[in-house]
């Protein structure tokens, strides 16, 4: 439906919902409107929008409780035009959900998100040589609250070691999205939904920041390359 045709029709009322939906009448969730925004084919899964982050916006989106969907709507133009072939992104991403989840999840998962945060620092460290103070303060601070969970991991890495190969990495991130995100919805404490929003919010920042900075380096390298075709 044209989208002059949505805004009048008087039946067409944008709610945000669970699952994938075949079109905007029966509803939509937050990356499905972003699609829309995006004037993208009617989709959970944009071209507009990096994939992780798209992944952390639908398992947000679902795991939230209906009273407190609607909130979510305000990010949803937020996150069209954030993409990048940049692996930090993935890792960030991970990083953050696993971070804010670790204090507050079960033991058992726990203790693999310590593990996942101890290699994700540890993927996000050969690729990033200025560590960001902000989200290694936000790792101690969650390893402190979390101290069996964090000497359990250290303990099974040590045993066991940590897979470095890129290929896995996608695989890696995936997996500890998924556990945290799951680990925020169902634990015995007040506010996920509002935790979960908060989330959502962090990573789009994230991935703006690491967006914004190829950005800027691509910039800076065209005169670069430009001269060397010369």
């Known amino acids: 439906m044209p989208v002059h045709q949505m805004n009048n029709s008087p039946d067409f009322v944008p709610i945000l919902s669970v699952g994938r939906h075949r ?18 084919k009617w989709s959970d899964h944009p071209a507009c929008t990096h994939p992780t982050l798209a992944l952390l916006a639908r398992l947000v989106n679902d795991a939230t409780s209906d009273a ?36 507050i999840a079960s033991e058992g ?16 460290a050969r690729r990033e040589p200025l560590a960001d103070s902000t989200l290694t303060d936000d790792v101690a601070s ?20 940590l897979e470095h190969r890129d290929r896995a990495l996608r695989r890696m991130t995936e997996s500890l999205i998924h556990t945290a995100v799951m ?22 920042q994230d991935c703006r920041m690491i967006v914004d ?18």
Do not use: K
């Open 183 to 204: 680990g925020i919805a169902n634990a015995c404490a007040p506010g996920s939904d509002a935790c979960l929003r908060s989330l959502l919010r962090d990573a789009i």
């Open 142 to 161: 969650a390893f402190a609250q979390a101290p069996l969970a964090e000497s359990w991991a250290r303990a099974f890495i040590a045993e066991n070691g």
């Open 23 to 40: 079109t905007p009448r029966r509803g939509g969730c937050f990356m499905e409107f972003a699609s829309y925004l995006a004037g993208e």
């Open 213 to 230: 900075i190829t950005t800027v380096d691509t910039a800076s390298a065209a005169p670069t390359l430009n001269a060397l075709r010369s």
């Open 109 to 124: 998962r726990q203790q693999a998100l310590a593990v996942g945060i101890i290699a994700a620092q540890s993927h996000l």
């Open 68 to 103: 407190e969907r609607p909130a979510l709507a305000e990010l949803i133009p937020s996150v069209i035009g954030l993409t990048s072939s940049d692996p930090r992104v993935d890792l960030r991403i991970a990083l953050r959900a696993a971070t804010v989840a670790l204090p």
